[in-house]
């Protein structure tokens, strides 16, 4: 009687505990909808538009309020997207209201390095200066060099007095698991086509393959080229005298980088709101009006485009898998380009991808799609970081591509990657198995007694022949679709495949991408082969309500908010593994993520 009345007493206060629980997670998800209905804010006459770029920056950031609630916190993550960056410092272009930009500037993330996101930014700005409009860029906590290159578009660029700009250029570091199997009894099962496809190196080699080091050297130098050459344009400073500087790897003090011209004087916060003070003409009584732009993005605007032609842009984010999610490709996505195929009020569609790549079939369910709509009306693929193996294998049908010139594309490849652990379940853990079959090849590839992909038995040669036939196969079918698109010959392009990496800047000269650009330069370029001079933009897919993403995902965001919290930055590579690993048949993926200070 003790013992139940122990266990009723245990089960109730649980009871109590997950209610207590559920009641401040409602408590917060009340907060997030009360966050995400905030009322329009008003611009004041001779405001200074703040842009501080502190979250991650995706393409496209949801409106969901549930999308990245911290469960920490209570509240959520608000990312605002590249589009709105791009549409907003437009808008302050030709509003009246906007003085100038200040830019708020310490480190900025996105995907692969968010070269190409840092580009297109820039790219905006330069065009905002043209409105006669200042910009001036300062940080108290120092500059990346990614966020340092965004400040160089500035007219003038501060920097606080002891936080020195630290020049290194650029690295990769890759991880090798081989060793590690090897010691809990795990074999890689690897089937590749491409001596460049090093996505499976790490897990069966210690150190990088010659052909890998080399691709990785020459994407490295035309990723730091295009900075350093960005850099010495706005600063007027020799390429020459930025990469000595970076060579000698010394921290100068910040008078000294005054003095090569880096930035334009070393100062406090306070003294640096005096000079935007001083650039909007008011006087030491006046307050400054700043608006951050997340308020901007809030305020009310006179002009509405009721055009009823229409460019869709579809937003292709994250790895290609077997279901659409809030960062994943889908086959979902094919039936959006069809239906925008469809509408007749479209009259171009712009491909806005930033993929490594996923599954192969998912990527060739897409491209059908793409062929047949870009048959139909203009279809214009916008590469934004990467646009890789899948992502490019989805891009390669449109009729006009448009790379930044430091996007990550190619990667045209195939691999599949399987795990026996014949040693691990046996030797170590004492698993035995047995097997009935009815045919001769009933079991393919074992069976699976963990709650982990990692088979019982490796594959025989056999099998493994059956596999590499698979994979030449869906390689020979991977340089068909970029055949046709790009109007090549298959030798050709087979030439500059085997799973080779390269920036826009390269894919351009090789005829895998048409135009240096981005997502706004995607969009001209839609507008003027449909004749377009008046049209409104549809963003696609529509995103499902905060309701049915609760029902649907807000288990998972719990999870993947308890995970991050956890890990750390030992996150994305908890991440990667896993969604690699998850991906079933032949896999169309760039090697690893890239990371860039």
């Known amino acids: 009687m003790k013992s139940f009345l122990k266990y009723l007493l245990a089960t109730i ?23 995400f209905s905030s009322p329009t804010i008003e611009i004041k006459d001779n405001t200074i538009l703040k842009l501080s770029l502190k979250t991650a920056i995706p393409d496209r950031a949801s409106e969901n309020p549930f999308q990245n609630f911290n469960l920490m916190t209570m509240s959520p993550e608000k990312q605002i997207g590249l589009n709105k960056i791009l549409e907003y410092i437009d808008n302050a272009s030709k509003d009246s209201r906007i003085k100038g930009i200040y830019l708020d500037l310490t480190e900025i993330n996105s995907n692969f390095g968010a070269l ?16 006669g409009k200042f910009i001036y860029s300062y940080t ?12 160089t578009v500035a007219d003038s660029v501060f920097v606080n007095p002891e936080t020195p700009l630290l020049l290194t250029g650029m ?27 090093s996505a499976v190196e790490p897990y069966i080699e210690t150190h990088m393959s010659d052909a890998n080091r080399e691709q990785v050297q020459t994407y490295l130098g035309s990723l730091w080229g295009n900075i350093v050459k960005g850099i010495s344009a706005s600063r007027n400073i020799p390429v020459e005298k930025i990469n000595q500087i970076t060579d ?12 090569e011209g880096f930035f334009d004087g070393a100062l406090y916060e306070n003294a640096m709101l005096d000079k935007l003070r001083e650039a909007c003409g008011l006087t030491d009584d006046e307050k400054l009006s700043l608006t951050s732009f997340e308020d901007y993005t809030k305020a009310t605007f006179p002009s509405v485009n009721f055009a009823a032609d229409k460019i869709a842009v ?9 279901q659409q999610g809030p960062e994943s490709i889908g086959p979902e996505l094919a039936t959006t380009i069809r239906k925008a195929r469809e509408d007749k009020n479209i009259k171009a569609i712009v491909l806005r991808v930033n993929s490594p790549g996923g599954s192969a079939l998912t990527s060739d369910i897409i491209w059908k799609e793409v062929q047949l709509a870009a048959q139909t009306k203009p279809f214009i693929a916008s590469m934004g970081n ?40 046996k030797d170590k853990l004492g698993i035995s198995s047995d097997v009935v079959k009815t045919n001769e ?38 340089l068909d679709r970029v055949s046709q698109g790009r109007h090549m010959t298959k030798e050709a392009v087979n030439e500059i495949a085997q799973g080779r990496v390269w920036t826009g800047e390269d894919a351009l000269k090789l005829g895998l991408v048409d135009v240096l650009g981005g997502l706004e330069d995607a969009i001209t370029i839609a507008a003027n082969k449909a004749g377009l001079n008046n049209y409104q933009i549809t963003e696609l897919p529509v995103e499902r309500s905060p309701f049915e993403d609760i029902l649907i995902n807000f288990s998972q965001s719990i999870r993947t908010s308890i995970l991050k919290s956890e890990l750390g930055d030992f996150y994305d590579t908890y991440r990667e593994q896993k969604e690699l690993l998850k991906i079933k048949g032949m896999v169309a993926r760039i090697p690893y993520d890239l990371t860039f200070n």
């Open 140 to 151: 108290n906590l120092g500059y990346s060099q990614k966020s340092y290159y965004l400040a």
């Open 171 to 197: 690295s990769a570091n890759i991880s090798f698991y081989k060793d590690l199997l090897k010691k809990i009894g795990v074999q890689p099962e690897v089937i590749r086509v491409g001596k460049f496809k």
């Open 386 to 425: 990467v646009a890789a193996s899948g992502g490019y294998y989805i891009s390669c049908a449109a009729d006009t591509i448009v790379a930044d010139p430091t996007t990550l594309t190619g990667s045209i490849g195939i691999f599949g990657l399987l795990f026996s652990g014949e040693k691990l379940i």
């Open 314 to 322: 579809i937003y292709a984010q994250g790895n290609i898998e077997f």
């Open 441 to 478: 090849h009933s079991d393919f590839g074992g069976g699976y007694p963990l709650p982990i992909p990692i088979s019982d038995r490796p594959l025989t040669d056999y099998e493994r022949n059956v596999m590499q036939t698979y994979i030449n196969r869906g390689y020979d079918t991977f």
């Open 248 to 259: 000698d790897f010394k921290i100068y003090p910040t008078e000294e980088f005054v003095k």
């Open 13 to 35: 206060v649980g009871i109590i505990i997950v209610h207590v629980i559920l009641f401040f997670v409602f408590i917060g998800l009340v907060g997030a909808i009360a966050s």
């Open 116 to 131: 190409a996101t840092i580009d297109e930014i820039r790219n905006a700005l330069l065009r905002f200066k043209k409105s």
